[in-house]
T-cell receptor
Framework: AQTVTQSQPEMSVQEAETVTLSCTYD???????LFWYKQPPSRQMILVIR??????QNATENRFSVNFQKAAKSFSLKISDSQLGDAAMYFC????????????FGQGTRLTINP | DSGVTQTPKHLITATGQRVTLRCSPRSGDLSVYWYQQSLDQGLQFLIQYYNGEERAKGNILERFSAQQFPDLHSELNLSSLELGDSALYFC????????????FGQGTRLTVV
């Protein structure tokens, strides 16, 4: 069974600095997708960034980038120039390429931004 | 705003009762997913429907059931409620299961007392 592990229940960072959130996963599949979702206090689940496993290039979305290490089954999220609005729960998620399209989520990391 | 609408936003009910949670997917989306977010279990996939038919099942209790109607809205029915069913229930949708991105509603907060 696929599992996703986020080993950091909480993280904090000073505004304008960089923070990295960790995620590891376990799968026997070769084709899959990985995601980072943000859940602010409003509870809305917002997609931050997506990575296809077959792509070697790490995904980037503005201040958000990932470090995808397929062999190590690691998928970390780097937030640069942290802003107060980045404060939220962050969830790493996995989905296989074909078959059941369910998302498998990690337990989440609560990110606090210190002004 | 994701375009996925869930009602009600909050629900408080007693143990043993039955409730229905409603989800209206984004216009044109055929696939609907239900997830449960609880403090002890985290975010868990419950069930998926595609164009009215059940597509995949996750950790959904026998006391829970769901359906997707011809107008594509979906309902999640929770019966014989227990304290442990208190959670945030999310609906998500996308046009087709092959789409990588699923758009989430704001969830229904269920409190069982």
């Amino acid at each position: 069974a696929q599992t996703v592990t986020q080993s950091q229940p909480e993280m904090s960072v000073q505004e304008a600095e960089t923070v990295t959130l960790s995620c590891t996963y376990d799968t026997s599949e070769s084709d899959y997708y990985l995601f980072w979702y943000k859940q602010p206090p409003s509870r809305q689940m917002i997609l931050v960034i997506r990575q296809e496993a077959y792509k070697q290039q790490n995904a980037t979305e503005n201040r958000f980038s990932v470090n995808f290490q397929k062999a190590a089954k690691s998928f970390s999220l780097k937030i640069s120039d942290s802003q107060l609005g980045d404060a939220a729960m962050y969830f790493c998620a996995y989905r296989i390429f074909q078959g059941a399209q369910k998302l498998v989520f990690g337990q989440g990391t609560r990110l606090t931004i210190n002004p | 705003d994701s375009g996925v609408t869930q009602t009600p936003k909050h629900l408080i009910t007693a143990t043993g009762q039955r409730v229905t949670l409603r989800c209206s997917p984004r216009s044109g989306d055929l696939s609907v997913y239900w997830y449960q977010q609880s403090l002890d279990q985290g975010l868990q996939f419950l069930i998926q429907y595609y164009n009215g038919e059940e597509r995949a099942k996750g950790n959904i209790l026998e006391r829970f059931s769901a359906q997707q109607f011809p107008d594509l809205h979906s309902e999640l029915n929770l019966s014989s409620l227990e304290l442990g069913d208190s959670a945030l229930y999310f609906c998500a949708s996308n046009p087709d299961p092959r789409n990588t991105e699923a758009f989430f509603g704001q969830g229904t907060r269920l409190t069982v007392v």
